[in-house]
Nanobody, 128 residues
Framework: QVQPVESGGGSVQTGGSLTLSCVGRKYTDGHYCLGWFRQAPGKEREGVAIIVAGGAASYYADSVKGRFLISQDSFKNTLYLKMINLQPEDSANYSC?????????????????????WGQGTQVTVSS
């Protein structure tokens, strides 16, 4: 069984950039939502960006619009999150997840409890 693995996190200064990767199963049809979520210490896990498997991005949190870009390479079974102009409030553990479209809905506010998270996440720390 393939286990998705997140990577690409690190420590950057304000304004820096990072690209996160998550390797997992092959999702190519619109029956799944794939997403990046983050959780900072003492806070609830929140959805950052969602993409319809094999399709286009369907959701970005307001706080990341214009700065983050979610994409999928179905050939490599990899989900990406490109982040630019990082801010201290972006510091968190970032993890990827998948959900069946009928269960989670790829559009609108994503509910973490409806997603399956298989990796430990990757830490992003942004210093001012």
């Amino acid at each position: 069984q393939v286990q998705p693995v997140e990577s690409g996190g690190g420590s950057v200064q304000t304004g820096g950039s990072l690209t996160l990767s998550c390797v997992g199963r092959k999702y190519t049809d619109g029956h799944y939502c794939l997403g990046w979520f983050r959780q900072a210490p003492g806070k609830e896990r929140e959805g950052v960006a969602i993409i319809v498997a094999g399709g286009a991005a369907s959701y970005y949190a307001d706080s990341v619009k214009g700065r983050f870009l979610i994409s999928q390479d179905s050939f490599k079974n990899t989900l990406y999150l490109k982040m630019i102009n990082l801010q201290p409030e972006d510091s968190a553990n970032y993890s990827c997840g998948s959900a069946e479209e009928w269960r989670a809905g790829c559009f609108g506010f994503p509910r973490p409890e409806r997603y399956n998270f298989w990796g430990q996440g990757t830490q992003v720390t942004v210093s001012s």
